[in-house]
């Protein structure tokens, strides 16, 4: 459960970051506050996203703590949770790239 937690993390990730660019992108051509909305989104989405892996991965504590003393059924809601938001962000992608 923790393997897929912070694999659909590092996914999210990704997919937040081409967000972001793509949207970014877009305000520099249009200015528009839709896509400025989309890119704050993005952004604040991104931080999120990295703080949660850098913890998972990276954080000498609560790595530690992530892998070793965190209960069965809190990883099942956070592994569901972070799987919801790749499936979110997938369709969100496969629209703004169509």
């Known amino acids: 459960m923790g393997r897929v937690a912070r694999l659909a993390t590092g996914v999210n990730v990704l997919l937040v970051a081409a967000l972001a660019y793509v949207w970014g992108r877009n305000y520099a051509r249009l200015r528009s506050k839709r896509t400025l909305g989309l ?40 592994m569901l949770l972070h799987v919801l938001q790749t499936v979110g962000l997938l369709f969100l992608a496969w629209i703004t790239w169509d």
């Open 39 to 78: 890119l704050l989104f993005s952004l604040f989405l991104l931080a999120e996203n990295g703080l949660t892996l850098y913890y998972y991965l990276l954080d000498s504590d609560l790595s530690l703590w992530y892998s070793t003393q965190v209960p069965t059924v809190v990883w099942q809601a956070t």
